[in-house]
């Protein structure tokens, strides 16, 4: 399954777990997909310089790195630590011509509930990175997160709270990561698109799916399977103005126990039946 209607699908890594990084590059090839958001985990598998050299080789772009963040820490040995690893983790993004390095907030430390202190240290852990993100030329992607996952995962949890915090910088250096997962239950969610207009560095999509599995980290579904409306998403996101390209991320045991290139077929049909033909700019 190849042509133009492809030209803006990436398979996110996770998507296809079992599969390292060169049988996922092959993957996207067979497929005929144009784009890879990649992990820092099967890319340190077999190192930096021979990850970009199959995704160059490949002719892939890389839609994304995943993942940056984990900022909400308190004590200062595993705050400067947490910076090293950004700092590496945008050194990667940069090398690979990344689009974005997604960042994840981080949830509570254990035995912490200050929700906002912990807000606070990701706006100053972001602020910090700024200017090393600015020298690379990476455009740091905030993700927010449902809220099934603020405390231990994701303290931002809304697209306006996320945006709070971009807009405090230049557009080139923060953007925002939208993911339907996170943001399909969001109250004026259209609207919070429109707001993000041109920060809007990366589009995620999977479903919501009932009855949630006991691990909600699993509980991805693949589109067309669960509860979240593409088509209205897809053209808010359209009407935004957002042109790049739509990165297919879900995490669910059971589409890892499916053979992956199965799993890129699937989601290539269900992605030009429910989210391509709604992409266009309103």
């Given at each position: 399954?190849?042509g133009?209607?492809?030209?803006?699908?990436?398979?996110?890594?996770?998507?296809?777990?079992s599969?390292?990084?060169?049988?996922a590059?092959?993957?996207?090839?067979?497929a005929?997909?144009p784009?890879?958001?990649v992990?820092?985990?099967?890319?340190?598998e077999v190192?930096?310089?021979?990850?970009?050299?199959?995704?160059?080789?490949?002719?892939?772009?890389?839609?994304?790195?995943c993942?940056?963040?984990?900022?909400?820490?308190?004590?200062?040995?595993?705050?400067?630590?947490?910076?090293?690893?950004?700092?590496?983790?945008l050194?990667?993004?940069?090398?690979l011509?990344?689009?974005?390095?997604?960042?994840?907030p981080?949830?509570?430390?254990?035995?912490?509930?200050?929700?906002?202190?912990?807000?606070?240290?990701?706006?100053?852990?972001?602020?910090?990175?700024?200017?090393y993100?600015?020298?690379?030329?990476?455009t740091?992607?905030?993700?927010?997160?449902?809220?099934v996952?603020?405390?231990?995962?994701g303290?931002?949890?809304t697209?306006?709270?996320?945006?709070?915090?971009?807009?405090?910088?230049?557009?080139?250096?923060?953007?925002?990561?939208?993911?339907?997962?996170?943001?399909?239950?969001?109250?004026?969610?259209?609207?919070?698109?429109l707001?993000?207009?041109?920060?809007?560095?990366?589009?995620?999509?999977?479903?919501?799916?009932t009855p949630l599995p006991?691990?909600?980290?699993?509980?991805?579904?693949?589109?067309?399977d669960?509860?979240?409306?593409?088509?209205?998403?897809?053209?808010?996101?359209?009407?935004?103005?957002y042109?790049?390209?739509?990165?297919?991320?879900?995490?669910?045991?059971?589409?890892?126990?499916?053979?992956?290139?199965?799993?890129?077929?699937?989601?290539?049909?269900?992605?030009?039946?429910?989210?391509?033909?709604?992409?266009?700019e309103?």
């Open positions: 399954m190849t133009p209607r492809l030209d803006r699908l990436s398979l996110n890594q996770r998507t296809t777990a599969w390292t990084l060169p049988q590059v092959q993957g996207c090839v067979d005929g997909l784009a890879i958001g992990w820092r985990e099967q890319l340190a190192g930096l310089e021979e990850g970009c050299r199959l995704v160059r080789e490949a002719g892939l772009r890389v839609s994304s790195l993942r940056g963040g984990f900022f909400t820490a308190t004590d200062p040995a595993d705050v400067r630590a947490a910076e090293a690893r950004n700092r590496e983790a050194e990667e993004a940069a090398a011509g990344a689009a974005t390095l997604v960042l994840v981080g949830g509570l430390p254990a035995g912490d509930r200050d929700l906002e202190g912990a807000r606070h240290r990701v706006a100053t852990a972001v602020e910090r990175l700024v200017p993100a600015h020298e690379l030329g990476v740091l992607g905030i993700e927010p997160m449902n809220p996952y603020a405390a231990d995962r303290v931002v949890s697209l306006a709270s996320a945006l709070d915090l971009a807009e405090r910088f230049d557009a080139a250096d923060v953007g925002v990561v939208v993911d339907t997962f996170h943001l399909w239950w969001e109250p004026g969610v259209a609207e919070q698109l707001r993000a207009g041109p920060r809007i560095v990366s589009y995620q999509v999977c479903d919501w799916i006991a691990d909600t980290l699993l509980a991805r579904g693949m589109m067309g669960g509860h979240v409306d593409f088509a209205a998403f897809s053209r808010a996101v359209g009407r935004a103005g042109t790049g390209d739509v990165e297919v991320e879900i995490f669910n045991a059971d589409v890892w126990a499916q053979p992956p290139a199965e799993v890129v077929a699937t989601l290539s049909t269900r992605y030009l039946a429910l989210v391509e033909p709604y992409l266009v309103a």
